[in-house]
């Protein structure tokens, strides 16, 4: 009886030890000769010295009222919405961009084709034009 009674307080511990412990993740403060500070999962290189180590519990994860409102938020957002001009009733299409989201890509666009070529001027032109857009 005492053996048995050994045997199921073990695991018994067992469980209580895996069912408690939450998933961490280790966090290391590396800092190299030159004073760079990086903060990274993995310890650090050889070249650095730790110097900080500390466990990160993991994000909770979102609620469901927090989720079911973002997602009737984003229902809202994407649906056509009606404009009364004068007397007649005109309803957008939300499938074409607006002058100014297309303003926005445009200037996207031409920043990644031009660089770190980019001059005051450019940003300056691409910038008037997105104002001018979404006014």
Do not use: I
């Not at 695991?11 to 209580?16: E, I, M, Q």
């Not at 660089?115 to 001018?132: H, I, M």
């Amino acid at each position: 009886m005492r053996r048995k009674w050994g045997w199921s307080l073990g695991w018994t511990w067992l469980l209580a030890l895996t069912c408690t412990h939450a998933p961490a993740q280790s966090v290391h403060k590396c800092v190299t000769k030159g004073g760079v500070v990086s903060y990274q999962s993995m310890p650090c290189a050889q070249d650095a010295r730790e110097a900080a180590q500390w466990d990160a519990p993991p994000d909770p994860p979102p609620r469901a009222e927090r989720q079911r409102t973002a997602n009737v938020e984003h229902e809202r957002a994407t649906q056509p919405r009606a404009v009364r001009t004068g007397s007649s009733h005109v309803v957008r299409n939300t499938t074409r961009p607006s002058a100014c989201e297309a303003a926005k890509a445009d200037r996207e666009r031409t920043l990644e084709r031009v660089g770190l070529k980019r001059t005051f001027d450019l940003l300056s032109r691409l910038d008037e034009q997105v104002r001018n857009a979404c006014r």
